[in-house]
């Protein structure tokens, strides 16, 4: 199986900051790499494919990077309602598998 | 739009069979080019994928649960099912179905249902 080990897994910021989570995968994945985000007590939501690619209706302050291994998830300027936690899925190969989460907090 | 909402038992006892259904509302299970998936997440950690189904009825599953998982997809109902069998309290979680959307150098979980928790006890 391919490990996703995300960072950190958790993190606090102000309002306006700048985001920023890496994703690193076991094996080069090239850019199958998905990034999501999951409200509590909600179902993920798909934000970014193909490792920078936003999905349709997502707000661009959110942006994906990277590729091979090395993975890097962006919100340039946090707002209240992004307080989620935020996952990482590659899908260069089964299992599809899923990094650990990162929770994003407001300082 | 295509909505996805999960039923079965909330409850399982220890060794028994766990069964969900996914209906699939808003559109055909057979349109387009989809996967159908079932993921699950125990209460505070992270997601594990269980397995996929097209309406062929070709599967793929995740080696860590394939003994015992069976997704299986009912066209004429519009909805796929999954069975897990000899549960035991690590399989207690929130059960969530998907759609895979795929195309080229593209596999996303583009919609999901609300999940449901199901508990393994006696």
């Known amino acids: 199986d391919i490990q996703m080990t995300q960072s950190p897994s958790s993190l606090s910021a102000s309002v306006g900051d700048r985001v920023t989570i890496t994703c690193q995968a076991s094996?080069?994945?090239?850019?199958?790499l998905n990034w999501y985000q999951q409200k509590p007590g909600k179902a993920p939501n798909l934000l970014i494919y193909?490792?920078?690619n936003l999905e349709t209706g997502v707000p661009s302050r959110f942006s994906g990077s990277g590729s091979g291994t090395d993975f890097t998830f962006t919100i340039s300027s946090l707002q209240p309602e992004d307080i989620a936690t935020y996952y990482c899925?590659?899908?260069?190969?089964?299992?599809?598998?899923f990094g650990g989460g990162t929770k994003v907090e407001i300082k | 739009q295509v909505q996805l909402q999960e039923s079965g038992p909330g409850l399982v006892k220890p060794s028994q069979t766990l069964s969900l259904t996914c209906t699939v509302s808003?559109?055909?299970?057979?349109?387009?080019?989809?996967?159908w998936s079932w993921i699950r997440q125990p209460a505070g950690k992270g997601l594990e994928w269980i397995g996929r189904?097209?309406?062929?009825?070709?599967?793929n599953y995740n080696p860590s649960l394939k003994s015992r998982v069976t997704i299986s997809v009912d066209t004429s109902k519009n909805q796929f099912s999954l069975k897990l069998t000899s549960v035991t309290a690590a399989d207690t979680a929130v059960y969530y179905c998907?759609?895979?959307?795929?195309?080229?150098?593209?596999?996303?979980?583009?919609?999901w249902g609300q999940g449901t928790m199901v508990t393994v006890s006696s």
């Open positions: 808003g559109g055909s299970i057979r349109s387009g080019n989809y996967y």
């Open positions: 899925q590659q899908y260069e190969n089964l299992p599809l598998t």
């Open positions: 094996q080069d994945i090239s850019n199958y």
């Open positions: 189904i097209y309406t062929s009825g070709s599967t």
């Open positions: 998907a759609r895979v959307r795929v195309g080229i150098s593209i596999v996303v979980f583009d919609i």
């Open positions: 193909d490792a920078s």
